[in-house]
């Protein structure tokens, strides 16, 4: 016998892995040809932080789409999945800051260019460490292909966007408020910021009215910004205030005279119905602020601390500092006329959680509306598709509503905006490459802008970007627009919709057709992972523990579309012992092969063999329309249902006689079958499958690319399918009748069947009696001969009785086949133990301390096992009852 035809005992998925993935990657198999006949099929990979690991997050998002392409591939498509990675401003500069931190440096000590070196000395180093990640993972990426968004070709086309859109009126600079992160020191666009309700305190502060005895009290969350104030507002129509509109207080602490102004946006119910306008530091007042022309003082910095402008006393104090410090000066001064709980929602980065800080500064901006509305009417049209529908929704709710996009960050690792100041004559010039004079005044004494773009900027042109634009490229015009995006539902916005009217605008048509916003993935309670909890799962640790074939088959039977994934590493057991399973059975089918010719002959197909090939058209329909519709959890449940309990606990059983016969033809459909398998299962478990392949006597290059199996509606063959269920349902019959009546397996028994006059059941006695199938029964029910008796069984006492669907079956026992008193005992053994179980778990579901305090699934589950232990119970009863009536 060949050697190749042998597998190792045990299943160890680590070498297998490491085997695999370096051969796919060395063969080149997963880079497309161009030009090519094939159809096309591409997907850019969502590009993962530099400064990423891999998480579970990243698993899920990875596997899916790679059991789509694998599929494609192996369906013929010519196909591309493209990798690469996202420089990710803010999460390098926390990185790289915080070892400076350590040595006592800072960015600003050590300079734009010396930090921008170690950045990417960084990077080089240890940045992009989640690439080789994620080929653990078993991705079918072209990493030939692979792209960094802040590698050349990025940068010139991220500023041929920038200027194109500044000489459209699309971008554009502006002085405005915008948020700011003290902390990670930029500004960031409004969906970075996330909203949390706080507990607080509102401050009521008295403001003396001037020339006069009397004052205005207004109510704030902020006191520290009081120094920022401009004015005091309150609602025209408000009759407390009527008589003090016009007038002027006097701000304490800065002794400012503000006017008391009046507008109609003003909420009466808030507070007092008065309140302090502070146009520099609070988004309404700023608002405000621009309507009546108020001063706007800054009295915050970017770092969050006060500036020159908040006067003597409270200038350098952190912001918060400067809140205590304001506070106790007015209740000195007797302003401070009272204090209240408050509870409001507070911006926070999205970051690193600091509280965020209105700030007042020039920025750059794009226009989003007009770019907006063709991406609305491409998702309305159905050009592209989101799955599941229903984040079609969310989408258009934010596209509808959509505001300008602060796109400047004051950072240095990113792309710098390509725009230069002149010194001379303030004049501003936008371009792709840096212009040595200004055009104005012809000054050279010009300087760049020092910011750099938000990093979303640059991957809302990831998907053309990666293939080659502003150039006309092959890559382009082969794999422009994608096919898929798989991504999660919390960057729709951030990501996804960008990257619609990036495309749209500049590549000419829509990224991807499709759009697959896969659920997150929670603990096996339904919870969130997060360290804090301690429930975290580490996919590379859960590839260590069950082989990556085991955690891509658990992501896959998990993922219903449009729910979240409840996770256990007790599913991942379930699936490690799948593809143990399936090794087995390859080794059996290997072990039983005489050679490695293989010739079928038709009229050599058993019944098994031509029931197996037709459920295997089946199983290739139903997995293609799930895959078609991303049923990814409906596609694993029906290989891992089909090959388990189809093919392992059936096919390979029914197949032994004719094995024995030397039956060639059952040998190839056997070998032939589990190739198909093979085929079937490598989207989900591209490893095993591989290694299992290259040992049939058909294998070829790779499994990878290997043609994915034909529908042969010529083997569908629906009455023989009806009458091999009814077969196994009879085997399973006369086996329940042995194992609940004790017969040693040793034992043989014979099996009786009633013929009846009724057509139906006389069709069905004459599936049971055909010689085909009464090997079938013999051999897998242990039966010795098979009889058939009209009009009723000669009576006699000791028969079991069973029914298979309308047809009566009975084991007749011989005696000494069962020791019947011993049986009894037995029974009677266990009736009292399960009793006291049932009236155990009755005492405590009838405890109120209990019902009250255990969590919903320990009772749930309590009442669960109550129903087993009843139905146990009964069924012992029966058997009971059955011995006793043999005695
Ligand atoms: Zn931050
Ligand atoms: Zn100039």
Known sequence: MNKKLILEKVYDPKPVEEKWSKFWIDEGLFVPQIPSPKKNFSMVLPPPNVTGSLHIGHALCFTLPDIIVRWRRMQGYNTLWLPGTDHASIAVHNVIEQSLAEKGLTREKIGREEFLKVALDWKEKYGGHIVHQLTRLGTSLDWTRERFTLDEGFSKAVRHVFVELYQE?????????????PHCGTVLSDIEIEHKERKAKLYYIKYPLLDSEESITVATTRPETMLGDTAVAVHPADERYSKVQKKKVLLPLV????????????????????VKVTPAHDPVDFELGKRHHLEQVIVIDGSGRMTEAAGEEFKGLDR????????????EMGLLEKVEDYEHAVGHCYRCQTIIEPHLSWQWFVRVKPLAEEAIRVVEEGEIQFIPSNWAKTYFEWMYNIHDWCISRQLWWGHRIPAWYCQECDNVMVAEESPKKCEKCQSSNLTQDEDVLDTWFSSALWPFVTMGWPEDTEDLRTFYPTDLMSTGFDIIFFWVARMIMMGLKFAGD??????????????FRRRKMSKSEGNIIDPLEMIEKYGTDALRFTLAALAIPGMDLSLSEERMTGYQAFANKIWNAARFVLMNLKGEEFRLKEEELTLADRWIRSRMVGIIEELNDALE???????????????????????IELVKPSLKEG??????????????????????????TEEIWHHLPSSGKSLAVAPWPKVRKEWKDESLEADMKFTQEAIVEIRTLRAENRIPPKEKTDLRIKVSSNVKVKGKVEILTNPQNKIYIQTLANVQRIETFKGGFPKRKNLLKGIVSDVE?????????????????????ELSKIGSDIERIEKRLQNSNFLNRAPKEVIQETKR??????????????????ILSLI
């Not at 829509?510 to 603990?523: A, E, K, T, Y």
């Not at 079956?809 to 053994?829: T, Y």
Request: aromatic letters at 12%; a positive charge.
């Open 629 to 651: 519709n991303y049923k990814f959890y409906e596609a694993a449940n029906k290989i891992y249902h089909f090959v388990w309990h189809e093919f392992c606990d059936w096919y």
């Open 320 to 331: 918060f500092e400067c809140r205590e410090g304001v506070l106790s000066r007015l209740k």
């Open 809 to 829: 079956i009975a084991l007749p026992l011989e005696k000494g086949l069962i020791n019947f008193n011993q049986e009894r005992k037995r029974l009677e053994r």
């Open 865 to 882: 096992r109550l129903g087993e232990l009843r139905n146990k119970k009964t069924k012992l009863e029966e058997s009971l009852k059955h």
């Open 510 to 523: 829509i990224p991807f057709r499709h759009v697959f916003i896969n659920g997150l993935v929670r603990d």
């Open 663 to 688: 039956n060639k033809t059952s040998e190839a459909v056997l070998v032939d079958t589990l190739d198909q398998i093979l085929r079937l299962l490598h989207p989900f478990m591209p490893f095993i």
């Open 255 to 274: 002794n400012r005279e503000i006017p008391v102004i009046t507008d109609e946006r003003v909420e009466r119910e808030f507070g007092t119905g008065a």
């Open 169 to 181: 009126g699309l971008i554009y600079r502006d002085y405005y408020l915008v948020n700011r992160c």
